[in-house]
């Protein structure tokens, strides 16, 4: 069994950053692909960022490139995304997830099999 704690979610302002951060227990957390998605209230879960086991390949989502970077640290058992220029669109519960396939970026969530409890993140207008 892996466990996710993810960290970092807050209010913002409408252009502010947050830095959201997933320690896993993982002893093969270097294995595997790691992803952000968010869901918002009354929305289905939608995909963020993925980042492969050596960080070999990284996906974002349409809605979130240029400002969001996703990035980990094996050592750490850590996966980072660093949210740059936000908007109250972005508002939502943010989860990271683990993919046992450490080569796939999918963006489908029915591929990450482990999930965290999530992160509140808030912007405001």
Do not use: H
């Not at 093969?28 to 869901?39: A, D, I, K, N």
């Amino acid at each position: 069994q892996v466990q996710l704690v993810e960290s970092g979610g807050g209010l913002v302002q409408a252009g502010g950053s947050l830095r959201l951060s997933c320690a896993s227990t993982a002893r093969t957390f270097s294995s595997y692909t790691m992803g952000w998605f968010r869901q918002a209230p009354g929305k289905e879960r939608e995909f963020v960022a993925t980042i492969t086991r050596r960080s070999a390949l990284i996906a974002y989502a349409d809605s979130v490139k240029g400002r969001f970077t996703i990035s980990r640290d094996n050592a750490k058992n850590t996966v980072y995304l660093q949210m740059n220029s936000l908007k109250p669109e972005d508002t939502a519960v943010y989860y990271c997830a683990v993919n046992l396939d450490g080569a796939s970026a999918g963006k489908d969530y029915t591929q990450y099999r482990y999930w965290g409890q999530g992160t509140q993140v808030t912007v405001s207008s």
